[in-house]
């Protein structure tokens, strides 16, 4: 039981430790991608906190969507969700991602992101600033800790 | 003898002195990147969050799909055994460098086996990729091993190992074998400009595209220890053998440099280009095996 215990311990540890990142772009402006863009660059460096950048969902532990939810894009959304691998936490990124933002209006926008996923951490901006969206990656491994709490 | 197996230089110290390589690769090419980089232990942390994570299997997979990685990193880790590792050579028979190549190549074979099983189109491709490089790489892998045991006359890298560090340098009689090795442990492990098999640009993740948890950690897994194995028996066979644990620390650490050297600096070849080079490398080290038998 002990040893058991501290297994889950070592495997809560490293998981906080590697967040391995998938960048998902679902519609909006693309403003939101581009500032995904440059966390992933040399200059704001996720690998200092051992994430790494993955074209795969089925490699990751943290989704970043960014964008307005398109009618197109929410049946394949809803696929890469189930196929990542638990634990996964969901980052939703820009004000098009939290509540549709300037697109609300639009024809082909099926809704906010936590309609159709639910989503751990939200990082609110037109765009927010890649500063911020660290920030939330950081905020959604103390997410996990608490999700998953042994 | 059941120490050395298990403990020192196997398994244990193989598996975390190959991660801990990996992870001094992936620091030291962040820094060459102007990155700080993950530290040194990354390797081991993604390796246990990989192990905790849930396991998926596709509808489609082949049989192979869940034993194929457990397959590639035995082998990879019975090579481990046979090499040479600061002077000490866990198991040891005669013509074991002849068993050595086999389970080298059967391990990067059953990785891409686990590709094709995977049933994913990705994958099918990746592992196609891989077994077109790996009709390239084997040729002048197997001729510049073949150089210092011809020199030497024994089938043996143990004793190749003590030859060397009585007598000198093979990689010194021998330069265009010892840079034909070089080539074709970059190209045995993936590693840029070969890395065609894995090309995040073009093929999702190549033939680890399907996999999650344990199996993913078990092909990453062989992956680095594969690349450790190579530069042991790099040391053993052409950069003068290792008698103690310090040179051997040293002369692997200045292989691993250019190894990160060149993931750092060159782009990915196409796999015509990989062909022409691997070949052209192993007819560079076929000079010194013609050579080493005119002289002989
Ligand atoms: S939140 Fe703003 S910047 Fe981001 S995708 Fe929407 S409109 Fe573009």
Redesign the interface.
């Known amino acids: 039981m002990v040893f058991r215990r501290f297994g889950e311990r070592i495997v809560c540890y490293a998981r906080r430790k590697s967040p391995w990142v998938l960048h998902l772009d679902t519609g909006g402006c693309n403003g939101c991608a581009i500032e995904t863009f440059a966390v992933l660059t040399p200059r704001y460096d996720i690998e200092r906190f051992g994430g790494l950048s993955k074209a795969n969902p089925r490699h990751s532990d943290v989704l970043i969507i960014s964008g307005a939810v398109t009618k197109k894009i929410e049946s394949r959304l809803g696929r890469i969700y189930d196929q990542t691998p638990e634990p996964k936490v969901v980052l939703a990124v820009g004000s098009c991602a939290i509540s549709k933002g300037v697109f609300h209006d639009s024809y082909n926008i099926s809704g906010p992101l936590d309609r159709i996923m639910p989503v751990d951490v939200y990082v609110p901006g037109c765009p927010p600033k890649p500063e911020a969206i660290l920030q939330g990656l950081i905020k959604a491994l103390d997410v996990w800790r608490e999700k998953y709490r042994i | 003898m059941i120490f050395e197996i298990l403990i020192y230089p196997g398994f244990v110290f193989l598996v975390l002195a190959s991660m801990i390589y990996y992870g001094i690769l992936?620091k030291v090419a962040?820094r060459m990147?102007?990155?700080?980089?993950?530290?040194i232990w990354?390797p081991?942390?993604?390796f246990?969050?990989l192990?905790?994570?849930?396991?998926?299997n596709p509808e489609q997979a082949k049989a192979g799909f869940t034993f194929w990685p457990f397959i590639a990193i035995t082998s990879v880790l019975i090579a481990g055994l046979l090499t040479p590792i600061a002077g000490i050579v866990p198991l040891s028979f005669t013509g074991d460098i002849v068993v050595l190549i086999y389970f080298l190549a059967f391990g990067s074979l059953a990785v891409y086996l686990s590709g094709f099983s995977s049933s994913n189109p990705y994958g099918v491709v990746g592992s196609m990729r891989g077994l077109i490089q790996m009709i390239g790489y084997e040729f002048p892998f197997i001729v510049s091993i073949l150089v210092p045991v011809v020199a030497a006359g024994i089938l043996s890298p143990f004793l190749i190992n003590t030859l060397q560090v009585h007598y000198g340098w093979f990689g010194f009689t021998f330069p265009f074998a010892a840079i034909a090795y070089f080539v074709s442990i970059l190209a045995k492990v993936e590693v840029p400009p070969f890395h065609t098999p894995g090309a995040?640009q073009e093929i999702?993740?190549g033939y680890?595209?399907?996999?999650?948890?344990t199996r993913?950690a078990m092909i990453e897994l062989a992956h680095m220890i594969k690349l450790f194995v190579l530069i042991s028996l790099g040391i053993a066979l052409f950069f003068g053998g290792s008698a103690d644990i310090l040179m051997f620390i040293v002369k692997s650490l200045v292989l691993l440099f250019i190894i990160t050297l060149a993931r750092v600096l060159v782009a990915r070849f196409r796999i015509d280009q990989i062909l022409k080079f691997t070949w052209f490398f192993g007819f560079v080290a076929l000079i010194d095996l013609v050579r080493v038998v005119l002289i002989l």
Do not use: F, M, N
């Open positions: 992936r962040a990147q102007s990155r700080i980089g993950p530290p990354q081991i942390l993604d246990i969050k192990v905790g994570k849930e396991d998926l995040h999702v993740s680890s595209t399907e996999y999650t948890g993913l």
